[in-house]
């Protein structure tokens, strides 16, 4: 007997009265068990619900860089974290999390080299 089982989930149902440590602890949680469309979405919700905390937009844009490096996705996450890296090179750089950056620059480093596949699109 053979069973199948899918790797992909739907949408989740977050709640919206979730807090931004709430969304965080949700994605690391699910993140550990390499749940990473469901560590995505916690994510996703936490750079939408709170565009204008660039401490939050940091955590989540690394995050989802880092979980794009985790599955393999290199040429993807190597343009997410040097988008993260970039706002690091702003006049406002100083009120941003350093962790960020400097976790970004090592995982950049580990990233083998992919050269771009041109697009025909």
């Known amino acids: 007997m053979v069973w199948f089982v899918s ?11 979730l807090s931004p440590a709430g969304l965080v602890q949700r994605g690391q949680e699910a993140l550990d068990k390499n749940k990473y469309d469901n560590a995505l979405q916690y994510y ?14 940091c955590t989540a844009e690394y995050e989802i860089a880092f979980i794009h490096y985790k599955q393999k ?6 343009n997410e974290f040097t988008q993260l890296l970039a706002r690091y090179d702003t006049p406002d750089a100083e009120l ?16 083998p080299f992919t050269p771009a596949v041109p697009s025909y699109e």
């Open 96 to 111: 941003l999390p350093l962790q960020f950056k400097i976790l970004s620059e090592i995982v950049l480093e580990k990233i």
């Open 7 to 17: 790797c992909a989930s739907g949408p989740l149902n977050i709640p919206e009265d």
């Open 44 to 57: 996703e919700a936490l750079l939408q619900r709170y565009p204008e905390n660039m401490e939050l937009v």
């Open 73 to 78: 996705k290199y040429i993807q996450a190597r």
